[in-house]
Nanobody, 124 residues
Framework: QVQLVESGGGLVQTGGSLRLSCAAS????????MGWFRQAPGKEREFVAG????????SYADSVKGRFTISRDNAKNTVYLQMNSLKPEDTAFYYC?????????????????WGQGTQVTVSS
């Protein structure tokens, strides 16, 4: 498995931007599909975005399409989530996840490695 450490969360006003980073340890980072999930208080953890090992394929939840962009730098073993036009409903704990293989699943149970998460708070 791969160890994941998120950073970049914080407090931002509505309409603002944040960029989350997730640094991965271990070998063959490019062999892993990477994803971002989030969990708001009292809600289940939900898929936000995913990216294939090469970076050539991405997937987004409908709620963030056009506002969030996932990317990766395999030379730096890092995946990013650029979040623009943030809304109060984006407030949540954001988690980085990894899985081997080529499919970007939206179900939590399909992902094998998780980071500790980082808090994102969007004020109205």
């Amino acid at each position: 498995q791969v160890q994941l450490v998120e950073s970049g969360g914080g407090l931002v006003q509505t309409g603002g931007s944040l960029r989350l980073s997730c640094a991965a340890s271990g070998r063959t980072f490019s062999a892993y599909v990477m994803g971002w999930f989030r969990q708001a208080p009292g809600k289940e953890r939900e898929f936000v975005a995913g990216i294939s090992g090469s970076g050539g394929s991405t997937s987004y939840a409908d709620s963030v399409k056009g506002r969030f962009t996932i990317s990766r730098d395999n030379a730096k073993n890092t995946v990013y989530l650029q979040m623009n036009s943030l809304k109060p409903e984006d407030t949540a704990f954001y988690y980085c996840a990894a899985r081997s293989g080529g499919i970007i699943f939206t179900e939590n149970s399909r992902w094998t490695s998780w980071g500790q998460g980082t808090q994102v708070t969007v004020s109205s």
